[in-house]
């Protein structure tokens, strides 16, 4: 998309908004229309305003893995970068492999082999080894969904850590610290405003990929309603009250996303501190910079 000279690009325009409202409305319309299929619009209803306690623990269930899977991600990523760039070539090469292997194969694929693979080699029975009674399936997809988390927040905080001018890690030295104590108190403080919108995207990204852990069995939220939907059969109200759920949950974490960005942002430009909710959301007009200076830190 091609922009005028002293604009920016944030978001999309709310003309796609009203647009997406207009084909809803639509598509509702036509729905009513068709009389080959009885609707039950009072299921739908009460999956979203009433839900049962079957619905809730599904809800819980697909929060708990994300948050867990995603905090696991964040530390691989985390050790993955400094393994990456670090001076050691075998501690390098181990991470690159964990990246291409992670990051260049299906993750269904990945949640298959790690649960039913591992099992049946003898390597790991997940179900024989209950963790806080929790259940082998959802360890098993739970660590699977944290390993290829971490393949990608691996690059994400690399490319955060080159980010920040090798003169900070200079004078960090120059003042006594060792590497570590460098890296933590310096370098990724400030690597941090750029490490935290992908990641945020990341988890928002998450929140919906646990409902790849059908495969396994896992009730989280996609399967809670599967099922419901196998004794009920309303595929068109059911799954769009499961669609209503994901998007509570995804439109709940752009306002921490963006209250934690504008947290990071405080003392920078604010061209830099991204767009808030209601652009995340809906969107928003492209801006004029009115001071270019601005961008560069007045510079």
Known sequence: MRTAPGESLIGTRPARLLAGFVVLVLLLSACERNVS???RWDLFFKSVFTPSPLILGGLGLTVAIAVVSQVVGVILGVLGALGRLSSAAPIRWLAGFYVWIFRGTPLLVQITFVYFGLGVAGIYAW???PLFGIAGAIQA???ALALNEGAYMTEIVRAGILSVDIGQMEAAKALGMTYRQAMRRIVLPQAAR???????NEFNNMLKTTSLLVILGVGELYVTFSRLNGTLFAPFELFLACALWFLLLTTIWSFIQSWIERRLGRGFA???SGPGWRGRLFGSRLRPIEDPSQVSGGR
């Not at 750029?194 to 945020?200: E, F, Q, T």
Request: proline share 16%.
């Open 37 to 39: 299929y009885q609707y």
């Open 127 to 129: 179900d024989r080894h």
């Open 194 to 200: 750029i490490i935290v919108p992908p990641l945020g």
């Open 270 to 272: 604010p061209t830099d």
């Open 141 to 143: 997809g739970t660590v």
